[in-house]
């Protein structure tokens, strides 16, 4: 049973994140040419996720004072990470989503590796949800590096890349059951914090133009309408 969630998540994962990266190559060519729109989607598609998703659950999960708090703190220390690190140049904004998005999905994982434990049926469905969830991820994050020059390839392999962890996520969690509860709130919350950072800080102040605006826009009716 353990070993068949765990392949579920890896599917779901990848495939999800995966399906996104490719759809973000096929614009490759005009990346380029309509940077300040792609910027501004992939912008508006990653605040989306945190405000409609990430935030919520974290708030279910330990609460709106923990939560708002810990999505400080991951803010904060995605900063100290970017300055000490030296994460810059071309694709620092796509680093800093990778990591951010894989610290996102690990608690999926844990929440569908719970979830299939107690009630197949409703774990199958949440897996399905969070599969169709992870293709803007996957969109976002492999935009993030190709607006910034990167191969089709890369973007690509970096979005599937984002999505293993939801397999070690389902693994961890029908081994382990409901104990990890409050540290799906915890992740999601630094998780939240360290998206919210990448947006404001390297995406937005790169797009200077009203397509901006209307990447944002389309962005939003992407994750309302998928996720």
Do not use: Q, W
């Amino acid at each position: 049973m353990i070993l068949k969630i765990t392949l579920i998540g890896l599917i779901v994962g990848v495939i999800g994140t995966g399906l996104g990266g490719i759809l973000a190559v096929l614009f490759n060519e005009k990346a380029s040419k309509y940077m300040s729109f792609f910027m501004g989607l992939s912008g508006g598609i990653m605040l989306s996720l945190v405000m409609f998703d990430l935030i919520e659950e974290a708030i279910e999960g330990i609460g709106i004072v923990y939560a708002v708090i810990l999505i400080f703190l991951g803010a904060l220390a995605t900063k100290i990470l970017k300055e000490k690190v030296k994460i810059n140049g071309e694709n620092a904004s796509g680093y800093l989503m990778l990591t951010s998005i894989i610290m996102h999905n690990l608690p999926e994982g844990l929440a569908i590796g719970t979830t299939f434990l107690a009630e197949p049926k409703r774990g199958i469905a949440m897996a399905a949800a969070i599969g169709m969830h992870n293709l803007p991820e996957g969109l976002a994050l492999a935009l993030g590096f190709i607006c910034n020059k990167a191969s089709g390839k890369r973007a690509v392999i970096m979005s599937m890349i984002a999505g293993l962890p939801i397999a070690i996520g389902c693994f961890i969690g029908s081994s382990f059951g409901e104990i990890f509860s409050i540290i799906t709130g915890v992740l999601l919350s630094i998780a939240a914090g360290m998206m919210m950072y990448v947006v404001m800080d390297e995406m937005i102040p790169e797009s200077k133009s009203l397509y901006t605006i209307i990447g944002v826009m389309l962005g939003i009716v992407i994750v309302k309408s998928i996720a």
